[in-house]
Every structure is written in structure tokens, then in C-alpha cells.
């Protein structure tokens, strides 16, 4: 069995919501909730917070779970992941990058990216999630076609594949949780952007630029992540109703 690991990036200062991973939901810090929604991922030795705060490094300790401290210059969260793995005391075959504003994370689906990885040639694995044609126009929601393997194509902001001559195309949306072999994520840092990357803010086209193969593996949906206040409060009402049910 290969050594895997979830590194959850994390940071306090947000364009949006500053301070985000210390909110509370049902009285605990949301990247509270992420870590416990980690530690259920069965094919996950151990789980990691990756921040330059150390209110978050403390909330996380306090909650049980284990952060690392990074640098503050990081431009986005996969950098920050490389910086962990190079403190960790292991050395783990598959790394996970796990969203820290994701408290609903179904860990079945991480189970499932992690398990196409490790039967898979690819590099990376991913989740996507069908949608109708007139969710595939929000450029919020990023679309992706796979080959006849499910590998990805191509990931983009717009609505692909596009459907000449009123063809129904199916569309699938992506989910920002990445599966990396180690190798595989040391050698996409060393990286620079790329040009398809610059154009659609998107840093797994990098890979798919440099030759990388990204395995996908399809859900029901995704789980809603917190990128407002808005988005926290209805997030609590999700927690409330299940502690109803």
C-alpha cells in the first residue's frame, strides 16, 4: 500500500473573506471541519494544514491535527504544498492538495481520486461532475473534456465542448482537489506558467502544456465550498440540517 498524504493549504489574508480558515461553524473553526473531513479519507496516512498564520497553525493543533508553517510570499497553494513536503518527516508516494475552504468535502470522492491514481499511468487525478448546458456558460464553473480513458483534454472557463449544429454535448465541471505522485508535483514546481495557464487562470493546464497526464474521476456533484460570508451561513444551515437528520 503507498504512503499518501493531505496537505491542506491555508491561508488568513483573502480578497473576499479575510480570515476565512478561523470562522466558526457549529463553534469550531472552519478549517477545523476540513481537517476532520480529512482524517475520514481511509486511503490517507496522516493530514496536514500548510499556513503562514499562526492562528491557524494554533486552531488547527488545538483541534488534534498537525500544521506546518510556510512562507507568506507563496503566490498560490500548490507552491505553499511543496514547501510542506519538504518538511514532512516522510516521504509519501501520492500527495493530496485538499481545498481549506471545503468543510463539506466528501471523503468518498477522495478516496476515489487517490485510488485512480494509484492504478493509473497518469500523473495527477482529479473530480469532475456533470452539468447542464446553461451551468457550463458561469465561467466560475470550470469545464472540462476528458478522452476515451478519462483523462483530461483540457480544462476551461468556457462552455466546451462546443455544440455545432445544436449537438448534445455533454459538460462536466471540475473540482479543485488534486492528486499528485510525488515526482509528478516536484517536477510541475520547478515549472514556469504557461501560456494557456496565464490566459485562463488556470495552473492545471500547465501540466496538460508540459505533458502531463490527468486522470478524472466522476462524482454526483461537488460539495459547496466558502468564498463569502453568504457562503458561511449557508454552510451552517447545511451542518444544522444534518444534525437534524
Given amino acids: 500500500m503507498s504512503l499518501n498524504v493531505g496537505i491542506i493549504p491555508a491561508r488568513y489574508a483573502s480578497t473576499r473573506f479575510p480570515g476565512k480558515p478561523l470562522k ?7 478549517i477545523a471541519h476540513v481537517c476532520a473531513a480529512a482524517s475520514k479519507v481511509r486511503n ?18 488545538h483541534s488534534g491535527h498537525t500544521a506546518i508553517m510556510t512562507r507568506s510570499d507563496h503566490c498560490c497553494g500548490t507552491d505553499r504544498i511543496v514547501e510542506a513536503l519538504g518538511k514532512l518527516d ?15 468535502i466528501d471523503p468518498v470522492a477522495v478516496e476515489k481520486a487517490i485510488d485512480a491514481l494509484e492504478k493509473s499511468d497518469a500523473d ?22 476528458l478522452d476515451q480513458k478519462e483523462r483530461a483534454l483540457y480544462f476551461s472557463r468556457a462552455p466546451i465542448p462546443y455544440p455545432r449544429d ?18 509528478a508535483l516536484l517536477s510541475f514546481a520547478k515549472m514556469p ?18 505533458g502531463m ?33
Avoid: M
Fill in 24 to 30: 466558526l461553524l457549529r463553534g469550531l473553526p472552519v
Fill in 44 to 61: 490517507l496516512s496522516r493530514v496536514y494544514v500548510a499556513t503562514d498564520d499562526e492562528r491557524i497553525a494554533e486552531a488547527v493543533a
Fill in 90 to 104: 516522510v516521504t509519501p508516494d501520492i500527495v493530496v492538495n485538499i481545498q481549506g475552504d471545503e468543510p463539506l
Fill in 124 to 145: 495527477w487525478s482529479t473530480l469532475v461532475y456533470p452539468v447542464s448546458r446553461e451551468e457550463a456558460q458561469n465561467p466560475n464553473k470550470v469545464k472540462v473534456v
Fill in 166 to 183: 445544436d449537438f448534445k454535448a455533454s459538460y462536466f465541471a471540475h473540482i479543485g482537489l488534486y492528486c499528485y505522485k510525488r515526482e
Fill in 193 to 210: 506558467a504557461s501560456p494557456l495557464e496565464q490566459s485562463e487562470k488556470l495552473e492545471q493546464l500547465r501540466a496538460l502544456e508540459n
Fill in 213 to 245: 497526464r490527468i486522470v478524472c474521476v466522476k462524482v454526483d456533484g461537488a460539495a459547496p465550498g466558502i468564498d463569502t460570508p453568504e457562503d458561511l451561513a449557508a454552510t451552517e444551515e447545511i451542518l444544522k440540517a444534518r444534525e437534524r437528520s
